[in-house]
């Protein structure tokens, strides 16, 4: 979910397409739990808490190695424009869609709100190379270890280091997940510099399952945009059927 690269990585893709996958069934865990289809606890169940927490970590990373496959050959910035244009959009519509759904738990700062933020700020670290993973891994300890209530006025929020988790359904803060992105953004320097790994990575495997998981990485944002739509819509028609309406 970044700016298209010149060349597409079939590795990057697949990954991307596994995070897909992941996230989709999460949410379709969520979308019954919420239509009263079976009993999840999202809130406080460590195997949901840590599902989420790696599902987003798989998703970030691929952010940073994203940045580095889209400024290798420098920046095409009116494809990058447009691309944030329409991540910048799509978040919009989610936080409206939220509010409507969920009301005083609307997503105010998710995971596409801090994608547009992570895909500006990380053009400062490009070139950073192995500075990044020391950041990266100080971003993420920092707020292991440190929260000020400071941080819990409502206008800082999106910043992270908070005392407590914001009512929200899908909160993803500045703090700790760029410290994701900026790791990526190393691993992407490490793994697509090297000509010899750049070139093992980029062959394009026949694997049907491989390929099929390729081509839903390439489509992520499409997919994370309808997929909601039509899960909640399917629960909504299954369990309204039976009582005539």
């Not at 019954?32 to 808490?49: H, I, N, P, T, V």
């Not at 920046?75 to 759904?101: E, P, Q, T």
């Amino acid at each position: 979910m970044i700016a298209q690269t010149r060349q597409r990585f079939q590795f990057v893709d697949v990954m991307r397409g596994l995070a897909v996958i992941l996230m989709v069934v999460y949410h379709f865990s969520y979308d019954l739990s919420y239509f009263g289809l079976a009993s999840f606890d999202f809130y406080e169940d460590r195997f949901w808490l840590n599902s989420r927490t790696f599902i987003l970590s798989l998703f970030l990373l691929l952010v940073g190695v994203s940045l580095v496959l889209a400024t290798r050959n420098g920046i095409n910035w009116h494809a990058y424009g447009r691309r944030l244009g329409v991540l910048i959009l799509c978040a919009a519509l989610i936080s409206v869609a939220s509010y409507y759904m969920f009301t005083e738990r609307m997503i105010f700062f998710g995971v596409l709100h801090f994608i547009v933020l992570a895909s500006v700020l990380g053009l400062l670290f490009i070139r950073l190379y192995w500075l990044n993973a020391v950041l990266g891994v100080t971003v993420v300890m920092l707020d292991a270890f440190y929260s000020n209530t400071y941080f819990d006025q409502p206008h800082l929020q999106w910043i992270g280091l908070m005392t407590y988790k914001p009512p929200t359904e899908d909160y993803v803060p500045l703090l700790p997940w760029f410290g994701v992105v900026l790791f990526g953004v190393f691993l992407g320097r490490l793994l697509f510099t090297s000509r010899t790994l750049a070139s093992m990575l980029g062959r394009q495997g026949r694997n049907p399952f491989a390929r099929l998981l390729a081509l839903t990485g390439r489509h992520s944002l499409l997919v994370y945009m309808v997929h909601q739509p039509l899960l909640i819509g399917a629960l909504w028609l299954i369990t309204r059927w039976p009582n005539g309406s």
